[in-house]
T-cell receptor, first 112, second 110 residues
Framework: DVKVTQSSRYLVKRTGEKVFLECVQD?????MFWYRQDPGLGLRLIYF???????EKGDIPEGYSVSREKKERFSLILESASTNQTSMYLC???????????FGSGTRLTVV | KNEVEQSPQNLTAQEGEFITINCSYSVGISALHWLQQHPGGGIVSLFM???GKKKHGRLIATINIQEKHSSLHITASHPRDSAVYICAVSRLEGAQKLVFGQGTRLTINP
């Protein structure tokens, strides 16, 4: 089975801190995605990547950046964490448009 | 208007009941996905379909491409089916990214 592993299940950070959320997939998938999930707003795409060192902005990229130096790893960076970035963050990967997606178990980030 | 609409938003039923969750979309798609999320948990992909019908255990998913509509059915529902069910579509054109419905919160009481 494909596995998408997110490094932390729960995280508490202070306002202004630089935060790294890591995601690793083990099936050589080309495409990787970062979403955030908030009550009443559903899942929203922050950034995605379709190849190493390639990245595309999603619907809500402000306040975030990403890094994909290796195919299996896609990192989400909060440059200066703010309380409105308190959310559930989900990573996903997919080999191709014609195939399904595999999601990680999520990181619940609280910014205080 | 959202490109993917689900109904109902919340559904409570008794164990054993037949459950139907609906999804309508307004864009051209290459595939439709049904996802499941248990409280506090990650998301699991249940089905990906582009036509017809798929069945896995007590879960059945159907899609009508002409009407741009899909349904997820659960037969003989059980409390462990309690979760949020999310419909998502892969657009036919443009960047490969999912467009999500708002989800349906299903609660099955024993």
């Amino acid at each position: 089975d494909v596995k998408v592993t997110q490094s932390s299940r729960y995280l508490v950070k202070r306002t202004g801190e630089k935060v790294f959320l890591e995601c690793v997939q083990d099936m050589d998938h080309e495409n990787m995605f970062w979403y955030r999930q908030d009550p009443g707003l559903g899942l929203r795409l922050i950034y995605f990547s379709y190849d190493v060192k390639m990245k595309e902005k999603g619907d809500i990229p402000e306040g975030y950046s990403v890094s994909r130096e290796k195919k299996e790893r896609f990192s989400l960076i909060l440059e200066s964490a703010s309380t409105n970035q308190t959310s559930m963050y989900l990573c996903a990967s997919s080999p191709d448009r014609a195939y399904g997606y595999t999601f990680g178990s999520g990181t619940r980030l609280t910014v205080v | 208007k959202n490109e993917v609409e689900q109904s109902p938003q919340n559904l409570t039923a008794q164990e054993g009941e037949f459950i139907t969750i609906n999804c309508s979309y307004s864009v051209g798609i290459s595939a439709l996905h049904w996802l499941q999320q248990h409280p506090g948990g990650g998301i699991v992909s249940l089905f990906m379909l582009s036509s017809g019908k798929k069945k896995h255990g007590r879960l059945i998913a159907t899609i009508n491409i002409q009407e741009k509509h899909s349904s997820l059915h659960i037969t003989a529902s059980h409390p462990r089916d309690s979760a949020v069910y999310i419909c998502a579509v892969s657009r036919l054109e443009g960047a490969q990214k999912l467009v999500f419905g708002q989800g349906t919160r299903l609660t099955i009481n024993p």
